[in-house]
């Protein structure tokens, strides 16, 4: 696929399939550029003892820049079905205590919906939307 193209560092490379939990929450920054932040449930199954299937659930952050990120903040929704591919990060702060916080968090270089096709073609429709910052 033609966003295999752009990809950074091959030995970073994430893809996580998933639901989103909660709808994105879309911010901009004081130079104006857009990031949306959201995060993506995903679910592992496998048979267990005595013919059990045990469920696993992770919940991994996603954060997703500029245009693409405005076009997440504005159309997608919580329960998207979303396949995404970043790089993972680990930030790291320390809070007013003194105490040291990480957080972990994939990068989003590329985003593509799963579920229903009328979403689909909401979101590809905005990607396809030439803006003015994009004709310069």
């Known amino acids: 696929p033609e966003h295999l193209d752009r990809r950074g560092d091959p030995m970073n490379t994430v893809i996580v399939s998933g639901r989103i939990t909660n709808g994105p929450e879309l ?51 919580k329960g998207t079905q979303v396949l ?27 985003v593509e919906v799963l579920s229903s096709p009328a979403k689909r073609r909401e979101f590809d429709k905005a990607l396809a939307l030439e803006t003015p910052a994009d004709a310069r």
């Open 84 to 110: 995404i591919e970043g790089r993972l990060q680990t930030r790291q702060w320390d809070d007013d205590r003194g105490n040291r916080h990480f957080k972990t968090e994939v990068v989003a270089i590329y």
């Open 27 to 77: 911010r901009y920054l004081a130079s104006g550029t857009g990031v949306a932040t959201f995060i993506v449930a995903t679910n592992e199954r496998r048979d267990g003892p005595a013919q059990l299937s045990i469920e696993r659930r992770e919940y991994v952050p996603v954060v997703v820049w500029d245009r693409l990120g405005i076009i997440c903040g504005e159309v997608l929704s």
